[in-house]
């Protein structure tokens, strides 16, 4: 099959994990909220979102139900932190931008929860919302 699409490769730390992305991303952010900070040890977690469609994989990260209806994925084996899903909109996925093999085409600037974040990250603007 040929195809004129994007795809991009990613996967956990120990490889348990893969999965490609094709096309192009419908939306991305990045996160200051306080069970980010949690689920991700991070001081702000990084997002990609696609169609769960343009989505296949070799290996599943296994779900944590972190409020009702909202899951984060993570790999069983590794740990690595995976995935956010609304189970209530199953059609789109978000990926931990870092899980990307290469992140460098994602240029999300969107920044949510900047109410609860870090001092370290004070000064960046919540109302940028492009995406390109
Ligand atoms: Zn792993
Ligand atoms: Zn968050």
């Known amino acids: 099959m040929t195809t004129n699409k994007p795809t991009h490769s990613g996967g956990c730390l120990c490889g348990a994990v ?10 991305g952010n990045h996160c200051h909220c306080g069970m980010c900070r949690k689920d991700s040890g991070s001081g702000v ?7 769960t469609s ?5 290996g599943m990260p296994t779900d944590y139900e972190s409020s009702p209806g909202k899951f ?7 740990g690595s932190s995976l995935t956010w899903r609304n189970g209530a909109k199953d059609s789109e996925i978000d ?3 870092g899980s990307f093999d290469d992140p460098r085409p ?12 870090l001092e370290s990250f004070a000064g960046i603007d919540p109302d940028i919302e ?3």
């Not at 893969?18 to 939306?27: L, Q």
């Not at 343009?54 to 070799?58: D, H, I, Q, R």
């Not at 994602?106 to 974040?117: D, E, I, N, V």
């Open 18 to 27: 893969r999965f490609v992305a094709s096309g192009d991303p419908i939306g």
């Open 45 to 51: 977690s990084s997002f990609v979102c696609f169609p």
């Open 54 to 58: 343009a989505v296949t994989w070799n």
């Open 72 to 78: 984060r994925g993570f790999c069983p084996k590794c």
């Open 95 to 97: 990926f931990r931008l």
């Open 106 to 117: 994602f240029k999300a600037r969107k920044h949510l929860w900047m109410s609860t974040a």
């Open 130 to 132: 492009h995406l390109d």
